[in-house]
């Protein structure tokens, strides 16, 4: 099992930039495929980005493309979205999830989420 916490959300004005992070506990972090996903007001929760096991596959919305990029670091158990060109649609809530499968697959661990907001 893994536990994940999230940071680095916040209030930006759109075309600013963002990272977050996530921590996860566990010795077991490096087996487990890494998500960001977000979930805006009435609308469901997307992955947005996903990266394996070991860094050679990686995953994106069409939303994101371009934009988003996501890291991790096996070393510190850490994973990272970095956000720029923000948009008023990226306001959400997001979520860091853990796999272990692939990025493609259902992703069974899930933070408590963090708010970004992108003002026009």
């Known amino acids: 099992q893994v536990q994940l916490v999230e940071s680095g959300g916040g209030l930006v004005q759109a075309g600013g930039s963002l990272t977050l992070s996530c921590a996860a506990s566990?010795?077991?972090?490096?087996?487990?495929?890494m998500g960001w996903f977000r979930q805006a007001p009435g609308q469901e929760r997307k992955r947005i980005a996903a990266?394996?096991?070991?860094?050679?596959?990686?995953y994106y919305d069409d939303s994101v493309k371009g934009r988003f990029a996501i890291s991790r670091d096996n070393a510190k158990n850490t994973v990272n979205l970095h956000m720029n060109s923000l948009k008023p649609e990226d306001t959400a809530v997001y979520y860091c999830?853990?796999?272990?499968?692939?990025?493609?697959?259902?992703?069974?661990?899930w933070g408590q989420g963090t708010q970004v907001t992108v003002s026009s």
């Open positions: 566990g010795r077991t972090f490096s087996s487990y495929a």
């Open positions: 990266i394996s096991q070991s860094t050679d596959v990686t």
């Open positions: 999830a853990a796999s272990p499968r692939s990025v493609f697959g259902k992703f069974d661990y």
